[in-house]
């Protein structure tokens, strides 16, 4: 199995803090935030090498970020060639440039690089190894339908089959939302090219892949106890920050 994760987005939603830097070098409690997602997949067993795909303007500060880890042997920066917003292949595409560079021989644990959560990833991983071939997607109650506007909507069965996506809905039925992390078994890579021809937009958006995938093939959900939080917006960044630093 391999990880990807995603950071070639030129996070737009938080500047001034990150005007021509990657968002997920920003620092959380003096930390990258991408150094918390390495934590977490230390531990996932069989795990081989992990991507990182950024574009062109970030691709220098990943590259020394990377030589500073402690696994940078199994680090690999992949520059998707891009230089602004306007010419961004967007995150579902960035998805295909790597599964088909990378061959299409492994499994994909990909994760969003602005993610941060406490629970670790071997009980996700365990889940979805054991409903292969079938996608997985992690999934978080954020106790609050107004807050879940701003995200994917997500409804399941009572096996953990999810029944319904809906990007960012005006009157969500539920607070439960999906998180930016996926498990992709290797029988699956090739739905992405053919998500892409099929004609649909919003390739930035990788809910809307989810939301294909849920209405053409079998997904399912796993749910995270602990906090999860998406740094892609200011007020969940100083939210954050002042959690881990104890100032609230």
């Known amino acids: ?87 961004k292949l967007g995150a579902i595409r960035d998805m295909n440039l790597v599964f088909k560079k990378e061959g299409l021989s492994e499994d994909y644990l990909v994760l969003g690089g602005d993610n941060f959560f406490e629970e670790p990833l071997t009980d996700f991983v ?53 998180t930016c992390v996926y498990y992709f078994p290797r029988s699956k890579l090739k739905l992405v090219e053919k998500y892409l021809d099929s004609g649909k937009e919003f390739f930035d958006n990788i809910g809307a892949y989810i939301r294909w995938l849920v209405e053409n093939d079998l997904v399912y959900g796993y749910i995270f106890k602990k906090l999860w939080v998406d740094i892609g917006r200011i007020e969940t960044y100083r939210k954050l920050n002042a959690m881990l630093k104890g100032e609230s």
């Open 126 to 178: 365990k889940f979805a190894r054991k409903r292969k071939p079938a996608v997985t997607v992690g999934l978080y109650d954020l106790k609050s339908k107004s807050e879940a506007t701003h995200y994917g909507v997500v409804s399941v069965d009572r096996n953990n089959k999810v029944k319904e996506f809906l990007e960012k809905p005006a009157r969500p039925k539920s607070s439960r939302i999906a």
């Open 1 to 87: 199995m391999k990880a990807l994760i995603l950071a070639a987005g030129y996070g737009t939603r938080l500047y001034p803090y990150v005007k021509n830097y990657p968002k997920p070098l920003l620092k959380v409690n003096n930390r990258p935030i991408v150094d918390y997602l390495l934590d977490k997949l230390k531990n996932v067993e069989g795990l081989s090498d992990i991507s990182v795909v950024t574009n062109a303007l970030y691709f220098g500060y990943f590259d020394k970020w990377k030589e500073k880890s402690s696994l940078k042997s199994k680090i690999h920066i992949i520059n998707d060639h891009t230089h602004s917003s306007k010419d």
